[in-house]
């Protein structure tokens, strides 16, 4: 079946670091792909998508690029600050409707 | 324009007992999807549905969970005779009549978060 799989955290990291968390997925078609952030205490909030190969999704400094041939898509930021601290989900749409995630990376940026 | 609510936001049974977690999808969705989030994992599908329909409840465990989205109301996420290992935050999600996609991603609540003790 469908799934996703991220790179385990804790990721710490000083401010003003680069990012890059790593996301790969498996899945049968074309998926569209995801990443989602949790703010401690909060639920998830949309970060940035990409619907197809080679297409690059971008929010708040936040890239990823989705690609094919490599089933992936990595989430990077080149320069972190401490309000980025919190849990990013990487997520494919399956073709049954449902979001289908991955385990969550913890990042956490000190000062 | 109020977002997901869910309540409570904050859950205690002992084992044996019921818990019923609710959740109101924003305004103009008709689909509501719940999530379960363990300590140290990721987010697990669990149930799918419209008004007075179950879509789709694979993640759904086989026995003492349940789900309805009635009508009138949010939808209720039931679970009865609580265990340890029920322990976790549930998110509820919703999406657009069309359903979730690239263009009508999943808007999330802020969670219950139950504890049985």
């Known amino acids: 079946g469908d799934s996703v799989t991220q790179m385990e955290g804790p990721v710490t990291l000083s401010e003003e670091a680069f990012l890059t968390i790593n996301c790969t997925y498996t899945?049968?078609?074309?998926?569209?792909l995801f990443w989602y952030v949790q703010y401690p205490g909060e639920g998830l909030q949309l970060l940035l998508k990409?619907?197809?190969?080679?297409d690059k999704g971008s929010n708040k400094g936040f890239e990823a690029t989705y690609r094919k041939e490599t089933t992936s898509f990595h989430l990077e930021k080149g320069s972190v600050q401490v309000s980025d601290s919190a849990v990013y989900f990487c997520a494919l749409s399956s073709n049954t409707g449902k979001l289908i995630f991955g385990q969550g990376t913890t990042l956490q940026v000190k000062p | 324009n109020a977002g997901v609510m869910q309540n409570p936001r904050h859950l205690v049974r002992r084992r044996g007992q019921e818990a019923r977690l609710r959740c109101s999808p924003m305004k103009g969705h008709s689909h509501v999807y719940w999530y379960r989030q363990l300590p140290e994992e990721g987010l697990k599908f669990m149930v799918y549905?419209?008004?007075?329909?179950?879509?789709?409840e694979s993640g759904m465990p086989k026995e003492r969970f349940s789900a309805e989205f009635p009508k009138e109301g949010p939808s209720i996420l039931r679970i009865q005779q609580v265990v340890r290992g029920d322990s976790a935050a549930y998110f509820c999600?919703?999406?657009?009549?069309?359903?979730?996609?690239?263009?009508?991603?999943?808007?999330f609540g802020n969670g219950t978060r139950l504890t049985v003790t």
């Open positions: 990409a619907t197809k190969a080679d």
């Open positions: 549905l419209q008004k007075e329909n179950i879509i789709d």
């Open positions: 899945a049968t078609g074309y998926p569209s």
């Open positions: 999600a919703s999406s657009p009549p069309q359903g979730q996609g690239p263009n009508s991603p999943l808007h």
